[in-house]
């Protein structure tokens, strides 16, 4: 089983030619209201690759919430352990340029009210995993990270949006995911000179941590270091529509095919394949492939034998 403990938004996104300087202002497209939040991103995309998924986050009480989980109930995310706090759901109001490339501004809402003891609504075992981001408070993560643990569970962390956890926090994951620009920000942060590239920039980080570090480089796939060994997966060649979610997607998908018992380079090809569908559409968790797509993809593009 894979439990998600994190961030549940609504993203409000338009798409505009290009992205507006500081006091400029740009015409738009019509605005969409799509669910997204990294949490609940991140437990679509695991649940849609074939995971059971629990759902342990915050919604606020307005009409936002229905609308935030509604691609997790249609889905069957698990939501049981979802929570409503304060007035409202988190919003990420998103532009997306003509390249696909966004930017985001997030307010946090209900999620900055989640707490570590909500976790204790799901039952964890050995063999489970838990995913964490960084939209909802780190010490409530952390908090959460400590519990998993005590149970024997797998603990992913991804550091998104890039924040500056101290040394020791890092020792409660078991798996770091970052991407290319994050990997270097942390290594900086941790006293640490950035390689040249992100598979130098992991394999320091791994090496320093003791932790398995794996990154994502956009149209150039994913890299991982576990300290033994470093694994390079391509992405798919597809022309972007849209990267929000994309990362996300990599890690519900990682997580998934993992809890399945796959090997982390099988893992890994899936999920990049499944980040390089994701980017093909408009929105988040819309764009989000589901189990046979990924198949399909990941043996027409030869990542399986």
Known sequence: MIVVFGSINIDLVCRTDHHPRPGETVPGSDYQLIPGGKGANQALAARRAGANVAMVGAVGADDMAAAAL???TADGVDLGAVVTRGATTGMAIITVDRHGENTIVLSPGANARLKGEDLGAVRLGPGDTVLLQME???AE???AAKAA??????????IAPFLPIERAA???ADIILVNETEAADL?????LAPGPDGAATVATLARDLGRTVIATLGGDGAVAATGTETIAVPA???DPVDTTGAGDTFAGVLAAFMDEGAPLAEAMRLAASAGSLACTRLGAQPSFPRRAEIDEAANQDGALA
């Open 70 to 72: 509604a691609e997790l």
């Open 136 to 138: 909802v408070p780190f």
């Open 141 to 143: 993560s952390l908090a």
């Open 149 to 158: 643990r005590a149970a024997g569970a797998r603990i992913m962390l991804s």
């Open 170 to 172: 890092l020792a409660a």
């Open 187 to 191: 290594a900086r942060h941790l006293g």
């Open 236 to 238: 798919l060649p597809v």
